[in-house]
């Protein structure tokens, strides 16, 4: 049976693994052996749906599909009706942070909300204009002004009014502010004002670094800053419900950058935060929150410098002592993601080369002997025990797609005996014996 899917899907799979990385779109097309876990993650996200809050960890060897897991997630959030957002750990964010990192990770996560009619990220200004919509219909309704005459200038006062009002509902820490810069969002749009317009969203994606600026520039007294970040996300997610959303996903990737901060206090204060989120989200502090870290087993499990190495994490984060191979706890907060078997790799390769296909409206001479032979040349490798990674399989496969596309006469067999097994792993090893400040 044929795939069913969009020439803009098949292109970013292609694109994307070809480039070793995970496509933004389309992820359900090659999902193999993940079945268990999306039962179990569709399970939670009811659970989130009815005002309860989550918080996940996926772990997985490099690149063992962690990437690929939460990109999975976030299409099965979408169908759902919630927004999502990603963003990585980098050397330059985190989430606890006083010169500005952890600021640095509230904006990307800002940048790359995304929505089902816009999965690709940068959705935030649709959002807000669907938000202002619908209290701008609410003021309509409530003055009998009719929806043709109530955007007119003369009626920016009532707006303004309603807009603040309803922000008062939704929102904690930081309402007032956030509210004004609403204003003066809608303002911006009332008036043709690009640049108030885009000032708003500026400071909403947390890009002013300076009150003096803000204030300049909206009139506000705050900005979003490292201390309240999280106080602002939370704000969104109860803003998102109130629009008819199901709840707020935040996936949080290169968990691994976490554990490889050197300043142990650091590291001890970014942990504490974890804590903060996964207390706040379990307690019942905050509703239809679901947050999912993506990390290494040592990010995980390293007692000196992973989350195991910080007490309270540990006891929470410890795996359910009866869960084996055979009989696995998908309802904990820890999933472990186990590699992919071999039928299963097959079976995504076959996958991958009718995607391959399509996107190029070409047929390659591959066939199902010739994937096994593929298969069995890598698995045979030296080194492949130790070293291979799904990531690499894929990689190579399409690698082969490609050359005998643009070189009909290449020889397919030489081509798959010409692979090499190469260690892609990040030396986290050896991060564990530097020296720390």
Avoid at 222 to 229: R, T
């Amino acid at each position: 049976m044929a795939l069913s899917l969009k020439a803009k899907e098949a292109t970013a799979i292609i694109n994307s693994l070809s480039g070793g990385v995970v496509p933004r779109i389309g992820v359900q097309h090659i999902t193999v052996g993940r079945q268990l876990e999306i039962e179990a993650f569709t399970k939670a996200l009811d659970d989130v749906k009815n005002g309860h809050s989550i918080v996940k960890f996926w772990i997985g060897d490099f690149g063992s599909g962690k990437s690929f897991m939460l990109h999975l997630l976030n299409t099965v959030a979408m169908k759902q009706k919630f927004v999502v957002a990603n963003a990585d750990f980098t050397p330059d964010n985190r989430l606890y942070s006083n010169d500005g990192k952890a600021l640095i990770l509230y904006s990307a996560i800002m940048d790359n909300i995304a929505i089902q009619i816009k999965p690709e990220g940068g959705a935030l200004p649709t959002l807000l204009d669907k938000w202002i919509e619908q209290v701008v219909t609410k003021t309509s309704q409530i003055h009998n002004i009719p929806l043709t005459e109530i955007r007119d200038e003369r009626y920016i006062k009532l707006i303004q009014e309603n807009i603040m009002l309803t922000v008062n509902e939704v929102t904690e820490t930081g309402g007032f502010d956030f509210g004004l810069v609403v204003i003066k969002y809608y303002e911006g749009y009332i008036k043709n004002d690009e640049f108030l317009r885009r000032n708003a969203l500026k400071w909403l994606k947390g890009e002013y670094t300076t009150k003096t600026e803000a204030r300049q520039d909206l009139g506000v007294r705050e900005i979003i800053n490292d201390m309240n970040y999280y106080d602002m996300l939370k704000n969104f997610c109860r803003l998102f419900v109130s629009m008819g959303y199901s709840g707020f996903m935040i996936n949080l990737d290169e968990a691994v950058n976490l554990y490889k901060i050197s300043i142990a206090n650091t590291r001890a204060k970014n942990y504490e935060k974890i804590l903060s989120i996964y207390n706040d989200c379990f307690q019942g502090k905050v509703t239809n929150l679901f947050i999912n870290f993506a990390g290494t087993k040592e990010f995980l499990e390293n007692e000196r410098r992973g989350l195991f190495s910080y007490d309270a994490l540990k006891t929470r984060l410890e795996t359910n002592k009866y869960e084996t191979a055979e009989y696995r706890d998908l309802a904990q907060p820890v999933i472990k993601l186990a590699p992919l078997n071999h039928n299963e790799i097959f079976v995504l390769l076959r996958r991958l080369k009718e995607i391959f296909d399509q996107n190029y409206e070409v047929n390659i001479d591959i066939t199902d002997d010739d994937i096994q032979v593929f298969m069995e040349e890598m698995f045979n490798k030296p080194g492949a025990d130790e070293f291979l990674t799904p990531r690499e399989v894929i990689r190579n496969f399409i690698n082969i797609l490609s050359i005998l596309r643009q070189n009909p006469g290449a020889d397919k067999l030489s081509l798959i005996s010409s692979i090499e097994i190469s260690d892609e792993r990040p030396v986290e090893v050896l991060v564990d014996g530097i020296e720390e400040l």
